[in-house]
Antibody, heavy 124, light 111 residues
């Protein structure tokens, strides 16, 4: 059974940093691109970014709203994806979901498995 | 403002069919067959219902179908059931630097 479990959320002050982790199980983690999607309270979904599989270079792409502040990485030996968030702003407050791309490799731009989400609150 | 436009709400009675639209541009919905639809119940993570415009993941009911015409994609749910009441989001690949854009979401009410 595919499972994605996020951790690392919490309350953080504006301007500070936070790192989220996504621990995967039930599939060959290294074969898939992984994305992060967020949802502000009472709002819709927003794609944050993704990291391709190593076979496709392990490269990353980001939404304009987080580019230069957020970094996605992966440790295939541990089946963990990370979201490093720096220079956090109040508008980054959201539930952050880790997702798996539905096809193995680069990205198919759709997400077939989602974690339960972890809440990040940016406030002074 | 979301990159893709969806109606805020739709409703239907049990057994009926409803369609949710998702309008974009030639840079996203109209230019690529990477349209997906997600169902989200309150307090839950989204669930993939349709990908690549019209394909259903394993385990998704065939009451759910997707299509596209020009810059507008559509999700049709036939034989509405109470459990279909949820928020629905479309998404698409976009040739802009954003890569993936979502619609604002549509709340489906089963009367």
């Amino acid at each position: 059974e595919v499972q994605l479990v996020e951790s690392g959320g919490g309350l953080v002050q504006p301007g500070r940093s936070l790192r989220l982790s996504c621990t995967a199980s039930g599939f060959t983690f290294g074969d898939y691109a992984m994305s992060w999607v967020r949802q502000a309270p009472g709002k819709g979904l927003e794609w944050v970014g993704f990291i391709r599989s190593k076979a496709y270079g392990g490269t990353t792409e980001y939404a304009a709203s987080v580019k230069g502040r957020f970094t996605i990485s992966r440790d295939d030996s541990k089946s963990i994806a990370y979201l490093q968030m720096n220079s956090l702003k109040t508008e980054d407050t959201a539930v952050y979901y880790c997702t798996r791309d539905h096809c193995s490799g680069g990205s198919c731009y759709s997400f077939d498995y989602w974690g339960q989400g972890t809440l990040v609150t940016v406030s002074s | 403002q979301s990159a893709l436009t969806q109606p805020a709400s739709v409703s239907g009675s049990p057994g009926q069919s409803i369609t949710i639209s998702c309008t974009g541009t030639s840079s996203d919905v109209g230019g690529y067959n990477y349209v997906s639809w997600y169902q989200q119940h309150p307090g839950k993570a989204p669930k993939l219902m349709i990908y690549d415009v019209s394909k259903r993941p394993s385990g998704v009911s065939n009451r759910f179908s997707g299509s596209k015409s020009g810059n507008t994609a559509s999700l049709t749910i036939s034989g509405l059931q109470a459990e279909d009441e949820a928020d629905y989001y479309c998404s698409s690949y976009t040739s802009s630097s954003t890569f993936v854009v979502f619609g604002g979401g549509t709340k489906l009410t089963v009367l």
